[in-house]
């Protein structure tokens, strides 16, 4: 008998041993939430599901595993998905998964081959996304402040679709640039669609019935301290609705500050220091109203004056502010809101979004059948 | 939209301190090394040296990676596992740490300094743990049984309990019930006491050819088994072979199914190593 530790069938025995075993550090030394133990506090949680999972999962057909179990681990693993087709790139990645309120960074190996872009992940032998490259209209390099704190690339794809994916891969301007010359030699056409960066999934997660976004950014908020987290500040996008003003914590993926419209007082910017490196940087401060009293919602990003006037415009009683993101014309580089882009193209230069040509071409086509 | 690079960058700066040192295992070679971006969400995993031993590390901010989301952790807990693997094949021996082992720091460079500081002092401690792993690795042991198939062959093999079956069939109805009874509380009670010899004998056969074993908990099966003994076998690398082998025999007895899973990082038996 070989032992084995392949893919899903040992997980649970390798959490046996990672989350309860191995040298023991003395406490001083390490982070811990209150004298638990870190495990203990939540990822148990997460980790439970998991376990009844592949319990009642892919532990069902566990009797005819342990037979096949001899002969399983001599094969080489081998993704059986892609043989025959030519790899020209391979590198660690990750792809934004989004449905219903789940979302997460999924992580696998991505794969360029001769005629797909494909996510796989190794361990669990699961095709994480996959698409023909034909079927790749657009693409948009975007910029991210990810969780860790540091800025990262990824890379948008529009499909034929209509969706957008969001790839993130350990060298993204690597994998475009391989994902272009792949096309063009495959004699692909696809266009660069800035447009794509800003399109935002994460309004589809937390927007009730009716309500829409008039204005969004990217926006640091200053977090009250949170069990042993100091007051800090946190990255996360700031939504203006025609109900209530949201801020979405990126690195906890959910709505992490709102308040109704109604109970919002007024706003103002100031100059502040910000930790110890950084003096005098403009902070937006938001004051509204809760249970009894004033409180103030500070926030540090771009366009902080747009915001304010926004903002004091809705305390007064005004008409809400016009959405006001503006996008750069990716063929002429002309300024114009973002949505009379995708809308209406460029009225400077004629350029016209994919979705919008298609839309064009459809309707075109209707026409001509009718 | 006035709005400076300068200013931009402001609260960046402020997420990006990573003060604290994420710790996979400490490992058998002084060797100053990057691993590349191996590690937990593609961190730059790199060695800390003392002398001849080393810890292997990554930076991240001084707060514990929890999420609810199982997607995330069983990423972070196979790339946890794969620095360790990486760094088990490199160096030969490694000392694991469970997942989330953090080394606080206050400011940048302190938490460096706790790492060195914690190597220098631990050092004999981490370094006779080490030569007694040398060369070993640790194997998981599940054996199951088919309760169905045990309690036939007991019927088949116990007197007591072939006796008190014929009996059943000469009773009247009420009585062959109470007699049911006292069958079932029998073979219960056979059972324990086969499952008792079983672990006895097994676990002399596995002794044989494990350097170490800890007796784990039984857990749960699923298809109607159940789990009689669950191990943990510190095993010479070369060595398991015989192991499998040993195993083999005792897959093959009637009703009986083994798991043998592995080779792993010596998790179960760094304390008291």
Not at chain 1, 106 to 124: D, W
Not at chain 1, 139 to 147: D, G, Q
Not at chain 2, 87 to 93: D, L, P, Q, V
Not at chain 2, 176 to 194: D, F, G, S, V
Request: glycine letters at 8%; hydrophobic letters at 35%.
């Amino acid at each position: 008998m070989e032992p084995t530790r392949n893919s899903h069938a040992t997980l649970v025995d390798l959490l046996d041993r990672i989350l309860d075993k191995g040298l023991v550090i003395n406490a001083d030394l390490i982070i811990s939430v209150a004298g638990i133990p870190l495990i203990g506090v939540n990822l148990r949680a997460a980790l439970a599901g998991m376990e009844t999972m592949l319990k009642y999962g892919v532990m069902k057909d566990w009797d005819e595993r342990t037979r096949a179990w001899e002969s399983e681990h001599r094969k080489k693993v081998e993704i059986t998905a892609i043989s025959g087709e030519e790899i020209i790139l391979e590198m660690f990645g990750s792809y934004y998964y989004s449905q219903g309120i789940y979302t997460a960074w999924r992580m696998g190996r991505i794969y360029l081959t001769g005629k797909r872009l494909i996510l796989y992940h190794p361990s669990f032998e699961e095709m994480l996304f996959e698409t023909p490259l034909e079927k790749i209209k657009g693409m948009a390099l975007e910029r991210e402040n990810y969780f860790t704190g540091k800025e990262r690339e990824n890379l948008c794809l529009l499909l034929e679709s209509g969706d957008v994916v969001r790839l993130h891969a350990l060298d993204t301007l690597k994998l475009k640039e391989a994902l272009e010359q792949r096309m063009s030699t495959l004699g692909l056409g696809w266009e660069e669609v800035p447009g794509l960066a800003a399109h935002d999934e994460r309004t589809a997660i937390f927007l009730s019935q009716g309500e829409e976004v008039i204005c969004s950014g990217k926006m640091w908020y200053l977090m009250s301290p949170r069990g042993i987290m100091a007051e800090s500040w946190k990255p996360g996008h700031l939504y203006l609705s025609n109900k209530r003003l949201c801020w979405w914590y990126d690195f906890e993926g959910k709505v992490g500050f709102e308040i109704p419209l109604d109970r919002i007082v007024g706003s103002s910017v100031g100059t502040r220091d910000l930790g110890t490196a950084l003096k005098g940087a403009k902070v937006l401060d938001v004051v509204y109203l809760n249970q009894g009293g004033k409180e103030v919602a500070s926030f540090s990003g771009e366009g902080l004056s747009e915001w304010e006037r926004a903002l004091n415009g809705i305390a007064s009683g005004k008409e809400l502010a016009p959405a006001f993101e503006i996008e750069t014309c990716p063929q002429c580089g002309q300024e114009a809101p973002a949505n009379e882009l995708l809308e209406m193209g460029c009225r400077y230069c004629g350029w016209v979004s994919p979705r919008l040509k298609r839309q064009l071409r459809q309707s075109a086509l209707d026409r001509a059948t009718r | 939209m006035q709005y400076s690079d300068e200013k931009e960058v402001a609260p960046r700066a402020e997420a990006v301190e990573e003060h604290g040192r994420y710790l996979y295992c400490v490992a058998a070679s002084g060797e100053k090394i990057s691993l590349g971006k191996i590690g937990i969400e593609s961190k730059e995993v790199y060695t800390i040296p003392h002398r001849d031993i080393c810890a292997v590390i990554h930076d991240c901010p001084a707060e514990p990676y929890q999420s609810d989301n199982q997607e995330v952790v069983k990423a972070w807990v196979i790339a946890h596992q794969k620095v360790v693997d990486t760094a088990w094949e490199r160096w030969g021996t490694v000392l694991p740490l469970s997942f989330d082992t953090i080394i606080k720091g206050e400011t940048e460079g302190s938490a460096q300094r706790n790492v060195q500081d914690w190597l220098e002092q631990e050092y004999e401690r981490l370094k006779s743990k080490i030569e007694n792993l040398r060369g070993k690795a640790e194997y998981g042991v599940q054996v199951f049984w088919d309760p169905k198939v045990i309690a036939e062959n007991l019927t088949r093999t116990s007197s007591e309990i072939r006796k008190l079956d014929e009996e059943i069939r000469l009773k009247p109805r009420g009585l062959a019930y109470m007699y049911r009874q006292r069958l079932e509380n029998l073979i219960k009670r056979e059972m324990e006491t086969k499952a008792d010899e079983c672990f006895k004998d097994f676990y002399s056969r596995i002794r044989k050819h494990a350097d170490d074993i800890r007796v784990e908990k039984t857990k749960k099966a699923e298809q109607g088994l159940q789990m009689i003994m669950n191990l943990s076998c510190l095993v010479y690398k070369d060595k398991y072979t015989e192991l499998g082998e040993e195993l083999d025999k005792i897959n093959r007895l009637e009703g009986f199914s083994v798991r043998f899973t592995g080779p792993w990082p010596p998790y179960s038996f760094i304390e008291g190593a």
